[in-house]
T-cell receptor, first 115, second 111 residues
Framework: AQKVTQAQTEISVVEKEDVTLDCVYETRDTTYYLFWYKQPPSGELVFLIRRNSFDEQNEISGRYSWNFQKSTSSFNFTITASQVVDSAVYFCALQMNSGYSTLTFGKGTMLLVSP | DTGVSQNPRHKITKRGQNVTFRCDPISEHNRLYWYRQTLGQGPEFLTYFQNEAQLEKSRLLSDRFSAERPKGSFSTLEIQRTEQGDSAMYLC?????????FGPGTRLTVT
């Protein structure tokens, strides 16, 4: 069985602070994918990134960066110089390479960025 | 095609009534998924279609729930005899490969 744990329920920061959202996953498979989605107050899940289990290179996209560490089964997400528009719930998700590619989500971390 | 669409966006119904939601996936996406999201939780998988075939159903999908994708394009999710515990956001996603793109969801409130 697979599981995703996002231990931080809510994080509050002031604009321009850096913030890291933690994600720890469990799976017995060797091939899998990890995702991050953003869910703003409007409710729609917005795809941010997909990473496969064989690619441990960190990735940076603008103010966003992701740190994948297979040794600790973690896929953490950092927002640099946070902005009010970053306020949302962020979900980490795990997808197996076998089966029908359904996503297993964590419970999400609510990020509140105040001006 | 701008993305996955879902209708209605909001539905309020009385306990015991039947409701039906519709999902229009991104065209040419052959995979379609339904998820349910309750307050403070991440989405939970309900069911999966590849073209018109329903290939997987979660144990969360009781016999009051049924889903169809008759022509391999849009899909409907019906809940019969709704209960207050069915109140949730119902999300649809479509995919051509491993990346799933989500619609805005239908928020169901059962009173």
């Amino acid at each position: 069985a697979q599981k995703v744990t996002q231990a931080q329920t809510e994080i509050s920061v002031v604009e321009k602070e850096d913030v890291t959202l933690d994600c720890v996953y469990e799976t017995r498979d060797t091939t899998y994918y990890l995702f991050w989605y953003k869910q703003p107050p409007s409710g729609e899940l917005v795809f941010l990134i997909r990473r496969n289990s064989f690619d441990e290179q960190n990735e940076i996209s603008g103010r966003y960066s992701w740190n994948f560490q297979k040794s600790t089964s973690s896929f953490n997400f950092t927002i640099t110089a946070s902005q009010v528009v970053d306020s949302a719930v962020y979900f980490c998700a795990l997808q197996m390479n076998s089966g029908y590619s359904t996503l297993t989500f964590g419970k999400g971390t609510m990020l509140l960025v105040s001006p | 095609d701008t993305g996955v669409s879902q209708n209605p966006r909001h539905k309020i119904t009385k306990r015991g009534q039947n409701v039906t939601f519709r999902c229009d996936p991104i065209s040419e996406h052959n995979r379609l998924y339904w998820y349910r999201q309750t307050l403070g939780q991440g989405p939970e998988f309900l069911t999966y279609f590849q073209n018109e075939a329903q290939l997987e159903k979660s144990r969360l999908l009781s016999d009051r729930f049924s889903a169809e994708r008759p022509k391999g394009s849009f899909s409907t999710l019906e809940i019969q005899r709704t209960e207050q515990g069915d109140s949730a956001m119902y999300l649809c996603a479509s995919s051509a490969n491993n990346e799933q793109y989500f619609g805005p969801g239908t928020r169901l409130t059962v009173t």
